[in-house]
């Protein structure tokens, strides 16, 4: 049997979104809320730059991990609705 290429991203997607790696996404998410909540007004506006540029760093590494993941779920639960309507 051949797959194509939507069969095998979706085979390469089950195997990237197992309960580790989704669990390790939340995680890293809530660690960074943590750290932008903790966040307190650096005293020199060179410290506030840079611990600006961190979280910014931190946001942007685990909200596209976080868009990969709700993008996954949604396509599994559209194949999931879509199956029940056949």
């Not at 669990?23 to 060179?46: C, G, H, K, W, Y």
């Amino acid at each position: 049997m051949l797959l194509n290429s939507v069969q095998i991203m979706k085979m390469k997607n089950q195997e990237m979104y197992d309960k580790e790696r989704i669990n390790q996404i939340l995680t890293e998410m809530q660690e960074a809320l943590v750290i932008a909540d903790n966040f307190s007004e650096p005293l020199s506006s060179r410290q506030a730059i840079k611990e600006y540029k961190k979280i910014w760093t931190l946001f942007r590494k685990t909200s596209a991990n976080l868009l990969g993941l709700t993008n996954f779920l949604l396509d599994n639960s559209e194949e999931k609705e879509r199956s029940r309507d056949v």
